[in-house]
Structure formats: structure tokens, C-alpha cells
């Protein structure tokens, strides 16, 4: 980021586009200023080291520290911000998207209702008792029925029809008829006084385009509110192109009621975001908290960036705008989902979050290792952190082989514990980021899960309402009442299923039959030779056996004769006659293209980044409670297999969800469950049960396979102190191999110096790890690992080289992997029996522990000619 971008704020350099954010972050605050008061520290020790004179400047590693705070609350911040725009972008998109899904539907449904020979017929009877009455032909019928009893008949007997069709689709509160001059034939809400309508939009749906009108906006149909959604579609003579015009339907949505349901399902305890659904203008038009943001209000939309601070009401926020993507080409009418939180809540931490389990230590090393959750600059910042507390701590560990003034000491060891101070809560806040993203992503998965679940419990609410619905076609039930299908009846019944299945997409094929559960007809001319075909499955048994139009059956998901012979449901319903009351006289069945189809609702559904983009090896999963899979987004992963995780996902209740770190295949999977509860009335109450389980994944890491090596750092609790003023006493540079603590008497330790320029040496044992230029002379060096039983481990930036001196001036490097204290022993402490000692030739004595500590851990002290000598055995 260029100089031009940064500002400084309370003394540290940050992005411009931070500021009026980075104060609202208290957990980033609260580490500037533990950080700050460290730094005050920093100023004192080097002040004081150049009191006493302990020849370590420390201005370095202080301007190393504070160069690394900067960096450190810079990233800390942003991915803050990414976190919480990423969260209220994903939602945004959610909210208009599922609604454009919903609202396709309702395009098809006036499509096919507009069609309907009983309504067609009710127009040009109506029409015809009108002429009848004005020509005075109608003569004693009309002078006794007074032109309304006949007309009060077909009127009852079309409302009946209209609720049977919002019985099944509740998404409806009203449908009406009108003629082409606006007077209402009939409606099925009978409060409604209207009787005509000078609204355009009867003019305008007769003379539309395209085969629908969609309007949301006050009509004086519906006087009582405000704004109405309304599917308008013009009712013709026949299905031929440029048939007279009869009349106009209208179907009346339940858009209040709908957005109240999909607000409900988007919002947790804890979430302080506002969801809303904005006109083309920026009007709202929903709200999930009409108290907090008003219908009618006017909103800013934040549409080409991924985030903007807005002001309402007096009170600022982070806000998104997210357009629909659309659905199978329909976009609706241009309508917005935005989402926004009060910028003082946007950086909480949930309660829910807060009471989580800890993440697992193993994974959270490999998240921190692995590139594809957070930036590189923010992964450097540990290594680098630990860079300079070693060079410190070498620094620290030389400068007291050299001193011998206690206050020195004293000092130089309350340095070095400033840096590993410092460097600690480099180490908490940057694991604490790690686990509040973890966390985040478990409840984005969560929450991806559940939106996959509710997407498909919606789009198979309208599967078990088409079937429903086309069983009550009229032409259906006239023709396989007759005693013998004529070809032109299958010709009928062939041009009804064809004309719907072009409505309706998603489906490869419906089928009429009749009681024996004989194929009558067919809509796809592919499958024409099933025609005739007896059909003896379970679910055709099942839909014959249904007694009321308020039923339906459903197929188990399994490979199909109808479908390629691949798996899917086919849902089916009763044909019942005209002539025998209620008596089942056929069915209908509707194959769901449930490859395609469950793919498009598990990719709509996926976990996206801020930027609305699919990262690399995210991939959903539907399955059933066994674990077989119905459709995934994983190309290795078909319908039919079986899905081997942690049970725990497959027993959740129904409308539960859960969400864990997994181990899948390799690698560290975020995984969010959710069982499917229905919608609506599918599903609820309806006798049908198919509870399926949607399952969102998002890699976190990869599994490392490799055994880590142990290594010890110097820590408080194995310390051996001693009187610094003790003339018997010995001193030892401690220091670790693996998880070894062991030491070398002071005045056989030169100094520790740092791995780089280490060079192998070809053909040398494998404990000789190679020769390093020190003072212009090839110092070798060794590795003492085999000796003490551990395995071996490659040098890196992290080790150190211990500089001994044996046998007068000859010196050698040994590899250790941290250095400890450097203390004084007191000699009563000190114990150089053969019989204690491990291995004589190269161990010098032992230090018994120091009462006063609880580890009990005793000090192993090196002789440096037994080392050499050692390793001369080896070779």
C-alpha cells in the first residue's frame, strides 16, 4: 500500500479507507495499547542498558517491534472489516436472490392458470348469458334468474376452484378475474368490494410483450394496502398465438408474508444486522426490523464496492447492496437485497461465538501455516516476531556468557522477557484472529447450509404443488372418464403436458395415466414409447390410492426408467372423475430434473468471499440421514454414494443445524449441517417425510501428515536460580535440543551465533551438519541428536549454533533449538557420580532440581571433549 494511502492514527500508521472503523475494533485497541505500554518499557531497558553499560543496543529490535506493531493492527483491522463485510454481503445476496427464486415460480403459475379451460369457459359463458340477457333471447331465464342466480353458480363454483389452487399454493392470498374492461368477473377474497378497476394494468396486461405482467405498487383492486404484488396474465380463447383476448387473471402474492419468513431464517440472536429489500429507486420495500429501518425510507445503496459507511437516522453504519443474480433468466423488477449493521456492533463478538469450544491446537497451527485464509503480509508477522526475539534472545543469551555484573545480568534477561513478551501477544492476537475467522467461517458454513436446505425445501413445495395443482385440469378428468381413449384425447392431453412443461423447466417430463396406472400420454416427444407402458412402481401405487385433491405422493430418490435411468423424485397426484364423485380415475406424474437442478441450488447456496466468489475447494453436499448423497457440487462425489463423516451431522432434528472443524479427504473442513423442516405447508403436517440434510465445506488446511518435532523454549518454570554472589557455585548457559534442557559451563561457551551460511559438506557422517565461516575460519558443526536418543531435524532459521571451546582453543559448533538461562548453581546442587550419570564420557554432572520448584526437572550439564569424543565413536 502506497505512503499516499496511510494516515496515522493514535501513533500508528493505517489504510485511510480504516479510519472512523479501526476505533469501533476493541479487541484491535486493546492490543495497541498492551503493545504501547510494552513499547514505553522499551524506551526504559535501552536507557538503562546504556546506564550500565551492557554493550547490547536494543534500538534495532525496538524499531523492529514497533515496525511489526504496525503491520500487526493494520491486519488485524482489515481482516476485521472483511470478516463483517463478507458476512453482510453474503446476506444481501441471499435475501433478494431466494425472494427472484420465489418469484419465478409465481411467473409459471399465471402462465399455466391463465390457461385454464374453466376459466376460459366461465369468460364466454358469462359472456354469452349477457348477449342472451341484452338481446331479450334469454326470455324466461333471464327475466327469473334475474341475470344473477346462473351467473352466482359458475361464480361458486370458480371459487371453489381458485381456493382448491391456494390451498395447495399458500404463497397466494387472492386471485381475480377480470374481463378486458376492467369489471371483476370474480375473486376469491368475497370481502373485496371492488367491482372495477380503472388500474392500467388490465390494458397493459392484455398488451404486454411477453406473456406475464408483474407489478408491486398500489392498485385500486386491492384498495387496502399500500403496494400489492401482482402477476397479471392475459386469458385467450385457446393456446394459439393471437387468440381473442377474454379477460385478465390476477394472482395477488403474499409478499409481507413471504420476506417475513426469509428474514426470519437469515437472522440469529446475536445478529445486529438490518435486512432489507430495496426497489430499483432505493426505496424499502421489506425490512426485518420495521422499527429500526421504515418502509417507505430511502435508503443509499453501496452497489460497486464491497463496502460503504452510510448514515441513518442519526446513526452510521456498514452497508452492502447486492443486485439479484438472477434466476433461469428472470431478474424480477430490478430490486436490491442491502444489508446493514451499526458500525458500534459491527466488530462485536457473539455470545454464541464467545461459548464455542476452543479450536483444536493442531488445526489451528495448520490454518496459521497454510495460504488460503489469510493474506501472506499477516502470516509473516509470527515468523517475523520470532525472528526478532531470537536474534534478542541470542543477543541477551551472549551478553550474559560475557558479563559477570549481576545487575547486568539482571537487566539482560529483563529485556530478553520484554521481547518474549512483546512477541506473545503477537502470537495471541494473531491466534485469536485465526480462531474468531474459524469461528466466522463455521457460522458462514452454518448459515450456507441452511440457506441450501430452505432453497430446495421451496423449490420441492412447489414440485408437490404443480402435481396437485394439474390434477385438477378439467380436460384430464373428462377424458379418462370416458370408457375408451381416443387418439385425439392423447393428442388433447399431450398438448396440455407439453404446454406446461414449457412453463415449467424443471422438469424432463410429465406423464398422464390412468387407473391400472397406464401411460396415457407424455409431454417429452423422446420418451413417446413409454406410452402404453404399465407403470407397477410404489409411488404410482401410492398416488392412486390418494382420495383427496389435498394429496400427493413423492418417489423415493432412486435411479428411474423415466429419468436416463439416473436418480431422482417423481411426485405424483390423483386424477379423480366428474362422473363418480371422488373416485380415483388416473394420476399424474412429474419428473423433477434433479441433476441439474439440485447442482444449480448447491451452487446458488455455496460459501462465497466478500467479493461474491466461490473460493477453490468449496463444494455442498445434499444426502439423506444415511449418508447417501442426492447431489453434490464435488465432481467425485455422485448421487448414490455414501458420505462418510461424523455422524452427529446426519442425527441433527429436523430445522436443526450444527457446524465443526472436520478432517475430509486430506485436508481441514470447515462443515455446516442443516436438516430441511419444509415450507410452508410441505412437509409440515402434510404426511410427507423426506428429511434431507444439506452440507456446505470449506477448506481450512492441509492435514499434516508429517510428525512435528517437539521443541522446548525457555519458560519461567524450569529456571534455576542461584545466589549470583555464591562463590561456590558453577554457571551454565542452558539451552534445548528437542525437548532435552541442557547446559554447558560458561567458561567452555564462546558464544551462540545463527544458522545462516551453513554449508553441507558431501560425504560427511550425518551428525556433521556442515561447516559455517566464523572469524574467517570453517567452524564445524554438529548435531548431538543421535546421541541423546531423539530424531533427527533439519536446521532452520530457528536454530541456533552454540560456539564451544575444548582442548585449549579448538572450537566447534553445536545445533541446538532454543536457548535457556544462563544461572548460577549452587554446589550442593551439583552432582558428578558415575552411577547417575547417563553417559560419563560426555556428560559432565547433573543439577538436582530446586526445592522450591514444582517440575522437579533435573539439568543435564555437556563436557565439550565428550561430545567430540562421542561422536569419534560413532563414525
Known amino acids: 500500500m502506497s505512503a499516499e494511502e496511510m494516515v496515522t492514527y493514535k501513533d500508528i500508521e493505517i489504510p485511510k479507507s480504516l479510519l472512523g472503523v479501526i476505533n469501533h475494533m476493541d479487541s484491535v485497541d486493546e492490543y495497541r495499547e498492551e503493545l504501547l505500554r510494552l513499547g514505553a518499557q522499551w524506551d526504559l531497558l535501552t536507557i538503562l542498558g546504556q546506564m550500565v553499560g551492557t554493550g547490547t543496543d536494543m534500538t534495532g529490535t525496538r524499531k523492529g517491534f514497533l515496525d511489526l506493531t504496525n503491520k500487526l493492527l493494520c491486519q488485524l483491522a482489515l481482516e476485521n472489516i472483511r470478516k463483517t463485510v463478507q458476512e453482510i454481503g453474503a446476506k444481501a445476496q441471499v435475501a433478494v436472490d431466494i425472494l427472484i427464486r420465489n418469484l419465478f415460480e409465481r411467473t409459471a403459475d399465471i402462465g399455466f392458470l391463465a390457461t385454464d379451460d374453466d376459466i376460459r369457459d366461465f369468460i364466454i359463458k358469462n359472456a354469452e348469458l349477457d348477449e342472451l340477457c341484452k338481446s331479450g333471447q334469454g326470455g324466461e331465464v333471464c327475466d327469473t334468474l334475474n341475470r344473477t342466480q346462473l351467473r352466482e353458480e359458475m361464480k361458486l363454483a370458480l371459487i371453489e376452484r381458485f381456493r382448491e389452487y391456494v390451498a395447495k399454493y399458500s404463497v397466494y392470498y387472492n386471485i381475480i378475474l377480470l374481463d378486458t374492461e376492467g369489471s371483476v368477473l370474480v375473486q376469491l377474497d368475497q370481502s373485496g368490494r371492488v367491482t372495477k378497476t380503472a388500474d392500467p394494468l388490465i390494458k397493459d396486461a392484455v ?12 392498485c385500486d383492486l386491492l384498495p387496502q394496502n399500500e403496494r400489492s404484488l401482482i402477476y397479471a396474465y392475459r386469458v385467450t380463447r385457446s393456446n394459439e398465438e393471437k387468440e381473442d383476448v377474454l379477460g385478465v387473471l390476477c394472482l395477488c402474492f403474499r409478499f409481507t408474508n413471504e420476506m417475513e419468513g426469509i428474514f426470519r431464517n437469515m437472522t440469529s440472536k446475536d445478529d445486529w444486522s438490518v435486512k432489507l429489500i430495496l426497489d430499483a429507486d432505493g426505496m424499502v420495500i421489506a425490512s426485518s426490523d420495521r422499527h429500526h429501518v421504515p418502509i417507505g425510507a430511502k435508503m443509499d445503496m453501496v452497489l460497486n464496492k464491497d463496502y460503504g459507511m452510510i448514515k441513518f437516522a442519526g446513526k452510521k453504519y456498514i452497508a452492502k447492496t447486492s443486485p439479484t443474480k438472477g434466476y433461469q433468466g428472470f431478474f424480477g423488477l430490478g430490486w436490491y437485497g442491502h444489508v446493514m449493521i451499526p458500525i458500534e456492533s459491527a466488530f462485536e463478538i457473539s455470545e454464541e461465538s464467545a461459548a464455542k469450544k476452543s479450536i483444536n491446537e493442531k488445526i489451528l497451527e495448520a490454518v496459521m501455516s497454510d495460504p488460503r485464509l489469510f493474506s501472506g503480509e499477516l502470516r509473516s508477522i509470527p515468523v517475523q516476531a520470532e525472528k526478532i526475539q531470537s536474534d534478542l534472545e541470542r543477543t541477551v543469551w551472549n551478553g550474559n556468557v560475557k558479563e559477570s555484573d549481576p545487575a547486568s545480568k539482571v537487566l539482560l534477561w529483563s529485556i530478553s522477557g520484554t521481547g518474549a513478551k512483546t512477541k506473545k501477544i503477537f502470537e495471541q492476537s494473531i491466534g485469536n484472529l485465526h480462531r474468531t475467522v474459524i469461528d466466522s467461517i463455521l457460522s458462514n458454513v452454518w448459515f450456507w447450509a441452511a440457506l441450501a436446505v430452505d432453497i430446495m425445501d421451496r423449490n420441492l413445495y412447489e414440485r408437490a404443488n404443480d402435481c396437485r395443482w394439474w390434477a385438477l ?23 396440455i403436458l407439453q404446454y406446461i412443461n414449457g412453463l415449467y423447466t424443471v422438469y424432463t417430463n410429465l406423464f398422464v395415466y390412468d387407473s391400472f396406472g397406464r401411460i396415457i400420454a407424455v409431454s417429452n416427444p423422446t420418451e413417446e414409447h413409454m406410452v402404453g407402458t404399465v407403470l407397477s412402481k410404489e409411488y404410482v401405487r401410492g398416488t392412486l390410492a390418494l382420495k383427496e385433491s389435498s394429496q400427493y405422493c413423492v418417489s423415493k430418490f432412486e435411479p428411474s ?118 415450507y410452508r405447508e410441505y412437509k409440515q403436517g402434510d404426511g410427507y417425510i423426506n428429511d434431507v440434510i444439506a452440507l456446505m465445506f470449506t477448506p481450512l488446511a492441509k492435514v499434516n501428515t508429517e510428525s512435528a518435532h517437539p521443541v522446548r523454549r525457555r519458560s519461567d518454570s524450569v529456571r534455576v536460580k542461584g545466589t549470583a554472589d555464591s562463590k561456590d557455585c558453577i554457571e551454565v548457559a542452558t539451552f534445548f535440543i528437542g525437548t532435552k534442557w541442557l547446559g554447558i559451563k560458561t567458561e567452555n561457551v564462546v558464544e551462540a551465533i545463527n544458522p545462516e551460511g551453513l554449508t553441507t559438506v558431501p560425504g560427511s557422517h550425518r551428525f556433521v551438519k556442515g561447516r559455517r565461516i566464523y572469524k574467517d575460519l570453517p567452524l564445524l558443526v554438529v548435531d548431538i541428536r543421535s546421541i541423546l536418543g531423539l530424531p533427527e531435524k533439519e536446521v532452520d532459521n530457528d536454530s541456533q549454533i552454540i560456539v564451544l571451546r575444548f582442548r585449549g582453543d579448538q572450537l566447534f559448533g553445536l545445533i541446538a533449538d532454543a536457548l535457556g538461562e544462563i544461572p548460577q548453581i549452587p554446589l550442593d546442587r551439583v552432582e558428578c557420580s558415575d552411577h547417575i550419570l547417563d553417559n560419563s564420557k560426555y556428560t559432565e554432572c547433573i543439577v538436582k532440581p530446586d526445592p522450591g520448584q514444582p517440575n522437579g526437572e533435573m539439568l543435564m550439564v555437556l563436557r565439550p571433549e565428550g561430545i567430540i569424543g562421542k561422536l569419534k565413536e560413532m563414525i
Open 561 to 678: 426408467e423415466l429419468y436416463d435411468n439416473r436418480h431422482t423424485y417423481i411426485y405424483g397426484a390423483s386424477i379423480t372423475s366428474f362422473r363418480q364423485g371422488k373416485s380415483v380415475i388416473g394420476g399424474i406424474g412429474v419428473v423433477f430434473d434433479s441433476e441439474p437442478q439440485f447442482l444449480a441450488m448447491l451452487q446458488d447456496a455455496l460459501p462465497r468471499n466478500e467479493r461474491g466468489e466461490v473460493e477453490e475447494g468449496v463444494f455442498g453436499v445434499f444426502a439423506d440421514r444415511k449418508g447417501v448423497v442426492i447431489s453434490s457440487t464435488d465432481p467425485e462425489m455422485k448421487a448414490g454414494d455414501t458420505l462418510s463423516i461424523d455422524r452427529e451431522f446426519f442425527n441433527m432434528k429436523n430445522g436443526q443445524g450444527t457446524s465443526k472443524v472436520v478432517e475430509h479427504n486430506g485436508y481441514y473442513y470447515a462443515v455446516g449441517g442443516h436438516a430441511s423442516s419444509g
Open 207 to 218: 398488451n404486454v410483450e411477453g406473456e406475464y405482467l408483474e407489478v408491486y405498487r398500489y
Open 473 to 495: 385440469t378439467s380436460a384430464f378428468k373428462r377424458i379418462l372418464d370416458k370408457q375408451k381413449i381416443e387418439e385425439e384425447d392423447r393428442e388433447k392431453i399431450t398438448g
